[in-house]
């Protein structure tokens, strides 16, 4: 009986106990703030994307393929000769579009000629070689290649290893501008009770584009990565 008893006790003081700790996490006031983190970064792989196109007449669709293939040997050279390896450069099948006459009423079913069109991609992680593509793309006009456009893409491969440091930074700037706030008042910060990481933001520096889904812009060689997370503390 004693024994009984004494159980019982027990078992209702647990339950008393853990009542009042549930009451006071549930009264317990919190604090949610924002915090962020920002590196700047170099971007350390780099694409050149460009299209080539021949135009042809009606019955010379052969002739501009071929023409079309001798620009792809002459952009080969053009590339390696920036001291990539051919390896790197992606070339896509030749696409052929028909053009028709043009009229002051519009177009007609008459076929004047083709389009004789070819896209060429160089991806490497020499940044320095890819950015001057660009820059010589004269050396390919002085041969008639004309491009009908091009551009170079940045990008930072490390993003994966960057984000838990950035989250964790972000979540120390949390903290301090949470004990920031408290300071005006009679409570001071706790523990950590919730935290909710944000999107990342890829971005030209001193950038102020942002996207709630998030943004890694390709123009710049130079970055900011930017991630913010959401933090809430036990106020006590």
Do not use: C
């Amino acid at each position: 009986m004693w024994g009984a008893g004494i159980i019982g006790f027990a078992l209702v003081l647990g339950l008393w106990i853990h009542g009042f700790e549930l009451a006071s996490r549930g009264n317990a006031d919190t604090i949610t703030v924002t915090g962020s983190a920002k590196r700047r970064v170099e971007a350390d792989l780099a694409k050149w994307n460009a299209s080539f196109s021949r135009r042809t007449g009606a019955y010379d669709l052969k002739t501009g393929i071929v023409r079309s293939a001798a620009d792809i040997e002459a952009i080969k050279k053009f590339v390696t000769g920036h001291g990539l390896p051919v390896e790197s450069i992606i070339i896509t099948p030749i696409q052929t579009e028909s053009v028709y006459e043009y009229t002051s009423y519009g177009q007609t079913n008459n076929l004047t000629g083709y389009n004789v069109r070819q896209s060429v991609r160089v991806e490497s992680e020499n940044v320095d070689a890819i950015e001057k593509l660009g820059k010589d793309i004269a050396q390919l006009i002085d041969q008639g290649i004309i491009s009908d456009y091009q551009n170079t893409e940045y990008f930072y491969t490390k993003i994966t290893d960057l984000r838990p440091e950035l989250f964790a930074e972000a979540t120390k700037d949390a903290q301090v501008r949470a004990e920031s706030i408290a300071q005006g008042t009679n409570a001071r910060v706790g523990k950590l009770t919730s935290a909710r990481t944000g999107v990342v933001q890829i971005l030209p520096p001193n950038s102020l584009e942002v996207s709630d889904y998030g943004a890694y812009d390709t123009s710049t060689r130079q970055k900011e990565v930017t991630a913010t997370v959401s933090v809430a503390f036990e106020l006590k």
